[in-house]
């Protein structure tokens, strides 16, 4: 065999050995990816439940009153089960005597969570105000604050991360805030508006909020 020959031959191999390196390479940076994007989507989860969690440790500890201001998107996935703890715990802390009231942007779509809210006990009301579409927290007993953070600025964002503070006078801000919005409604009379502008039915609303007509006009009448 020549010296060219072997020479050729040596660099199809090494050429092939490279190509074989490469794809392997280009596979594992995938998975290295793939692996990074569930971490953090898995960190992203684990805040999210310890929001959800200071939330519920801080209205489980109310004497007197809760007052939140929520977005009040209709929960999906894990969020559903979520949901479902926070009017338990609506349930739970009215029976004993605790006051809750709730305020949620004036949008239909915001009616779901309103309804169940208020069927769980809460005073719920709708608003227009600026600061109900930017922020959300709870204020317990005008001394904690749980404040809810999205990723981005908008009020479709889902609450990533939160923190608990207790500050009498940042309570006092937000409770004062949410006493005095303007434009707000309470359920009954939105439920209503809804109605007359939308030209719906109850029967149909009541498929869109996923109840029945019998609660519903437990609003309406």
Known sequence: MSLELLLLLLESV?????LILLGYSIHE?????????????ASKIFTRQE????IMNAMYNAQSEIIGCITGRAPRGDDEALTRNIIRAIEK???KGVRVRYLLPKFPDRLQIGLQYALAGAEVSFSSCL??????????DDRVVVLGIPEKTSDMEATKKGYAIPSEGLAG?????FSTCELSSGIKDYIQDVLRQSGATPEHLAVELKTDVKTLNKFIG
């Open 51 to 54: 929001y959800f969690q200071s």
């Open 173 to 177: 801000i937000l409770k004062n805030y």
């Open 29 to 41: 940076g995938r998975r290295r990816d793939h692996l990074i994007q569930e971490v953090t989507k």
């Open 131 to 140: 600061m109900v579409h930017n922020l959300r927290y709870i204020v317990v």
């Open 93 to 95: 802390m009215t029976e």
């Open 14 to 18: 090494l050429l092939i050995a490279t």
